[in-house]
């Protein structure tokens, strides 16, 4: 995993790509940049669009992804991140 907390690096303002269904809202990565995390949630949306049919076909609810910024102490305690279609864990987001 690549090191997003630095040692000795006082910014803790992070870029977050959110994934939300309905009103569930969860960190799906998490970048230094805002240029990263743009590119990662366009990657995810791509990778969503690719399978849309098939995750209507089969009554799941299709992801919509999102940045905002996040500090560090915001993430959620044993976070790690999502795949692009949540059902690759057994779950949806």
Do not use: C
Request: net charge positive.
């Amino acid at each position: 995993m690549r090191d997003l907390f630095p040692v000795g690096r006082d910014d803790d303002r992070l870029w977050a790509v959110y994934a939300t269904v309905g009103r569930i809202n969860r960190v799906a990565d998490v970048y230094r940049s805002r240029a990263a995390a743009l590119a990662d949630r366009d990657w995810r949306a791509q990778q969503v669009r690719a399978y849309e049919d098939f995750l209507r076909r089969s009554r799941q609810p299709v992801p919509h992804y999102s940045v905002a910024p996040i500090t560090r102490a915001e993430l959620p305690r044993k976070w790690t991140p999502l795949p692009a279609l949540g059902f690759l864990r057994g779950q949806f987001i």
